[in-house]
């Protein structure tokens, strides 16, 4: 890793920004939903409910958002790591020329 590199830089910042604000649009439908009663219910929800009921116990997720939701907070929370980490891929692994 090169002294003069920055990890946070604009292109980053941008990427976080942009990620956040997905997020957080992502969490206040979900608020929004729980709130008016809505149901959302995806495939999450029956695979769920199945497990639960073969296990004879209920999940207890860190967060709960209906419906599909979760998956689509934590593909939008990946799809921007990936280019996070695609933008500082030179610095974290090296360069694959050496010549």
């Not at 941008?14 to 997905?22: Q, R």
């Not at 967060?63 to 610095?91: K, M, R, T």
Request: net charge negative; with cysteine.
């Amino acid at each position: 890793m090169m002294k003069d590199e920055v990890w946070l830089d604009g292109y980053t910042k941008v990427c976080l920004g942009v990620m956040f604000l997905l997020l957080a649009a992502i969490f206040v439908a979900a608020e929004y939903m729980g709130l008016h009663h809505m149901d959302g219910t995806g495939t999450d929800d029956i695979v769920n409910a199945m497990a639960g009921a073969t296990a004879h116990a209920q999940p207890h997720p860190f967060v709960e958002l209906p419906g599909d939701a979760q998956v689509g907070a934590f593909s939008v929370a990946n799809f921007f790591a990936g280019l996070i980490v695609g933008h500082h891929w030179n610095g974290l692994f090296g360069s694959l020329d050496k010549r």
